[in-house]
Structures are given as structure tokens and as C-alpha cells.
């Protein structure tokens, strides 16, 4: 594995873009992307705009999905199966008490696989109304300086100043 620092220095000196599906540091997992920043009239590096999104709640978010759908497609074969071997069972049978007892444990069984069905459903309807945008209008620099108060007691500490300069007055 090659360290964060390292990737940076080396698309840093290249004065390439860099990007990182994917990084876990501590608990949290992060998405990467840096892009160097050039002098617009001599086209030096000046600098680079790094930005880290947190992915940790999505990253639960698909886990939880793909566990769903492990565990549901096993709850769906048991009654199923359960229901089909009743079926079965009625097709060699002559006897009619015989052929009720199957009949009503494939009625049980397919009645959980309706059920299931409808939690599924439920849970689907839940998820789609999970997340809702709310798109406002901001200005960048107040938004930046928020975000970046905890990294910036964190800087201190290690005797780093950081800035955020804005170029424009809005």
C-alpha cells in the first residue's frame, strides 16, 4: 500500500490530477481527489485543491443492501422449497387428509413469502424517501471555513497555519 502523503508528493511534482476511489483512515472511509493549481500567466504550480468526501455512511449503506439481499434470498427459499415439496407431496398422494396437510403447509409457506414480500416493499418505499436534497444557495468560502475548523485545531497543534484566501467579494 502506498501512503496518502506519498500519492499526493508524486501527482503533486507531476502536476497531474489524482484521484482515490477509495481510503480508510481511522474508522471513516474517504473518497480523494486532488488537482493541481497553476499560475494563470506562468504557469507554475501554486498549489492544490484536495477534496476528501466522506463515503462512510454509503459504504454502510451498500453493505446493509448486499446482507439484505443474502438474508431475504435465504428466508425465500425456505418457504419455497417448503411449499413445492407440499406440492409435490399432494401429486402422489390419493388420500384426502393427506392432500390437506400439504396444501395448507404450501398455503403457510407461500403466505411468509407474501409477507416478505410486503416488508420488502416497505423497506424499499422507506429507502427511496430516505434521502432528500435540499439545495440551497452558499458561499464557498463560509462553507470552507466551517468544514475545515476541526483539521485546522488539529494544523495548530503542529505549529501549521492554515489560510483560506477568497479572490472574489462574494
Known amino acids: 500500500t502506498v501512503k496518502i502523503s506519498q500519492a499526493l508528493s508524486y501527482y503533486v511534482q507531476k502536476g497531474q490530477p489524482f484521484n482515490i476511489q477509495e481510503v480508510m483512515i481511522k474508522d471513516r472511509y474517504f473518497r480523494l481527489f486532488m488537482s493541481p493549481v497553476r499560475d494563470a500567466v506562468e504557469k507554475i504550480f501554486i498549489g492544490a485543491v484536495i477534496i476528501m468526501e466522506d ?40 388420500d384426502l387428509a393427506e392432500i390437506k396437510t400439504s396444501v395448507k403447509i404450501a398455503h403457510g409457506s407461500l403466505q411468509s413469502v407474501k409477507k416478505l414480500c410486503e416488508e420488502i416493499i416497505y423497506v424499499s418505499e422507506i ?5 432528500v436534497p435540499k ?16 483539521p485546522e485545531l488539529k494544523a495548530d497543534d503542529r505549529g501549521v497555519k492554515m489560510i483560506i484566501l477568497s479572490t472574489s467579494a462574494t
Open 127 to 131: 429507502d427511496q424517501k430516505m434521502i
Open 135 to 150: 439545495i440551497e444557495t452558499i458561499k464557498l468560502v463560509d462553507f470552507i471555513e466551517t468544514i475545515i475548523k476541526e
Open 55 to 94: 463515503i462512510t455512511e454509503q459504504k454502510f449503506i451498500d453493505r446493509m443492501r448486499t446482507e439484505i439481499v443474502s438474508i431475504t434470498s435465504h428466508q425465500l427459499r425456505t418457504p419455497i422449497t417448503e411449499a413445492l415439496w407440499s406440492l409435490e407431496a399432494v401429486m402422489k398422494y390419493n
